[in-house]
């Protein structure tokens, strides 16, 4: 049977309430970022929940790393983490995922923007060819 996990935490993110919402089934890892305004109470948090689990946008899927439960000496633990910090850099799975959510929806964003320009550079070209030849029919 597979184990589903869902996290919200709930912190101030100047000057907002932020939530961010990490869930981990099946071996994949999402995120979706929830912003407040002011602060939530518990049971608006809940309510929320309930209500808006299904529109929430959550980013890509990544490889979820299941916790070791071998116990493992302090001292080596802190310098395996320290190189793996070095790797991959500093930030939470939260936050990679996040970040990963941003970059996809800035490529989307770009490409969006770029038809929309092609678009309308074309719609000016036609307006300057029909009043070129409109001025050219011998009227």
């Given at each position: 049977?597979?184990?589903?996990?869902?996290k919200?935490?709930?912190?101030?993110?100047?000057?907002?309430?932020?939530?961010?919402?990490?869930?981990?089934?099946?071996?994949?890892?999402?995120?979706?970022?929830?912003?407040?305004?002011?602060?939530?109470?518990?049971?608006?948090?809940?309510?929320?929940?309930?209500?808006?689990?299904?529109?929430l946008?959550?980013?890509?899927?990544?490889?979820?790393?299941?916790?070791?439960?071998?116990?493992?000496?302090?001292?080596?633990?802190?310098?395996?983490?320290?190189?793996?910090?070095?790797?991959?850099?500093?930030?939470?799975k939260?936050?990679?995922?996040?970040?990963?959510?941003?970059?996809?929806?800035?490529?989307?964003?770009?490409?969006?923007?770029?038809?929309?320009?092609?678009?309308?550079?074309?719609?000016?070209?036609?307006?300057?060819?029909?009043?070129?030849?409109?001025?050219?029919?011998?009227?």
């Amino acid at each position: 049977m597979d184990k589903a996990l869902s996290k919200l935490t709930v912190f101030f993110e100047e000057p907002f309430w932020v939530g961010v919402c990490e869930c981990e089934y099946k071996g994949k890892y999402e995120v979706c970022k929830i912003t407040f305004g002011a602060e939530p109470r518990d049971c608006e948090i809940y309510d929320f929940v309930l209500k808006n689990w299904n529109r929430l946008k959550f980013s890509p899927s990544i490889e979820a790393i299941g916790p070791d439960e071998k116990h493992t000496n302090p001292k080596r633990m802190q310098r395996t983490l320290k190189r793996q910090l070095q790797k991959t850099g500093i930030g939470t799975k939260a936050q990679q995922a996040l970040k990963l959510q941003r970059d996809q929806c800035r490529i989307e964003r770009k490409s969006r923007s770029r038809k929309q320009r092609e678009a309308e550079k074309k719609r000016q070209f036609e307006l300057r060819q029909k009043k070129h030849r409109e001025k050219h029919r011998g009227r």
